[in-house]
């Protein structure tokens, strides 16, 4: 079992930058893989991307990509989601979680939630 803490949310201006990250306790964190979604009010939860469990392969929404960077340190036990040029639509509660089995871009393939961190992008 693991549990997640995602930090790093805030407010910024349309174009700029923030890094998200998301801290693991418990065992196996290089055992999952491990996903980054986002949730903007009034809409469903959506995938942003994800890395696999060596860190060697990331996948990204079309929406985000080549916005926003994830990696992960398996011997701190966290991962990290880089986003830059921000815009407007980005603005949401972002969330990391933990697959038993693969990156993947559905959210029912992932057993472990953090609680969410708000990001708000102004115009």
């Known amino acids: 079992q693991v549990q997640l803490v995602e930090s790093g949310g805030g407010l910024v201006q349309a174009g700029g930058s923030l890094r998200l990250s998301c801290a693991a306790s418990?065992?196996?964190?290089?055992?999952?893989?491990m996903g980054w979604f986002r949730q903007a009010p009034g809409k469903e939860r959506e995938f942003v991307g994800c890395?696999?469990?060596?860190?060697?392969?990331?996948s990204y929404s079309d929406s985000v990509k080549g916005r926003f960077t994830i990696s992960r340190d398996n011997v701190q036990n966290i991962m990290y989601l880089q986003m830059n040029s921000l815009k407007p639509e980005d603005t949401a509660v972002y969330y990391c979680a933990a697959s038993q089995w693969a990156c993947s871009s559905s959210p029912s393939q992932y057993q472990y939630w953090g609680q969410g961190t708000q990001v708000t992008v102004s115009s």
């Open positions: 418990g065992r196996g964190f290089s055992t999952y893989g």
């Open positions: 890395i696999n469990r060596s860190g060697g392969g990331t």
